[in-house]
């Protein structure tokens, strides 16, 4: 067992847990944050993807004591109140999604895709998705989404 | 996963030290193909040794006529490097091409070689370019260190700290890569280096390995169609449902043509 302290969604946490345990079951079974997915298990599909300091990583292929001490976002951290993030409300305008459930690590994904690259080209997005697989839609709505999310935090 | 215990050691010593004293203990850098491996029971540890985070693995630095890159440099490092991006071009679009993103930010360069995939890119990058091993005990060279199928010439507990590549004069990677997996079913590398032309092929066979009839070929002539029905012995190729041996051969010449295409630029 391992002592970790992180900020989750911006309050402090700290907990007991197996050096075993994977980011991505601390969150969904002993924090209660069942809104990361668990896809493929085999870091191929991306439902998993959380914020790590920012960058955007695959909870099912990390281990919690490994993030011990830094910041983490997930789905539930990115709304603020009742106003969506904007890369929720692009992905809600743009009908990014039909089942929903590759799209909170898309939302996780993009946003660190925009973090890095605020104007991507098409191109650019594809490359920067190609960890998320998402079964439903094609990706032509996804890809919408991500262009008016640039634009909807351009606009600020 | 079976247990384990978590190990963070603060210097390369250290975890040297430590790995010496644990016979079961294994070494984890990114993790990226550790972690999945032991999820699904396929590989197990008294304890993980994690040296991805050791600033003094990191750094990427020319020393010369020298690329000199921390073992625990990520893809993600090494991609967006300006002293890589300088130096060997066709190193940084590599990394570029590892994976994903997520992978990208937590994978190594040093633990991609040491697990040595025969599908996985950097052992033809580091093949192709001659480069070095350098580990906590000695420096290997390129052509002795990839022994085939996950094999290498590193002994137990040996870390390896930072691979160094002579900077070539051009060179380029161009892989065919499996439609789901991105792993190399075919990748070529070329370099016109000071002293000839060296080819590695990965993805192909048991282990990168050196095509000596496109190196002597691309010596005469570096162009495309030197490759023109080139010899490529298949004999020891991977055949799967994805492609048969003759395919898998035939792909190595169109990706080693369009490497040739991308090192005249």
Known sequence: ?156 | MYEFEYVRPKSVAEAAGFLAANGEARLMSGGMTLLPTMKQRLAQASHLVHVGPLGELKSITREGDMLVIGSAATHDQVQGSEVVGAAIPALARLARGIGDPQVRYMGTIGGSIANNDPAADYPAGVLGLGATVVTHLRQIAADDYFQGLFTTALGEGEIVTAVRFPVPRRAGYVKFAHPATGYAMSGVFVADTGSGVRVAVTGAGNGVFRWAEAEAALAKSMSPKALDGLALDASHFSEDIHATREYRAQLCRVMAARAVNELLG
């Open chain 1, 1 to 156: 067992m391992s002592r970790i302290e992180l900020t989750l969604n911006g309050k402090a946490v700290s907990a007991d847990v197996e050096d075993r345990t994977l980011l991505v079951n601390f969150l969904r079974d002993a924090q209660q944050l069942t809104g990361t997915h668990v896809g493929c298990d085999t870091t191929q599909c991306g439902a998993c993807t959380v914020l790590v300091d920012g960058r955007a990583l695959k909870s099912c292929t990390l281990l919690a004591v490994q993030v011990n001490g830094a910041k983490i976002t997930t789905i539930e951290g990115m709304a603020n109140g009742e106003a969506l993030h904007p890369v929720q409300q692009a992905f809600s305008e743009c009908h990014g999604l039909q089942c929903g459930y590759c799209t909170p690590g898309m939302v996780m994904a993009v946003t660190d895709l925009l973090r890095r690259n605020p104007k991507p080209t098409e191109e650019q997005i594809l490359h920067g998705l190609e960890g998320n697989i998402c079964r439903c839609t094609g990706y032509v709505n996804i890809v919408k989404s991500v262009k008016r999310a640039s634009e909807l935090m351009a606009a600020g």
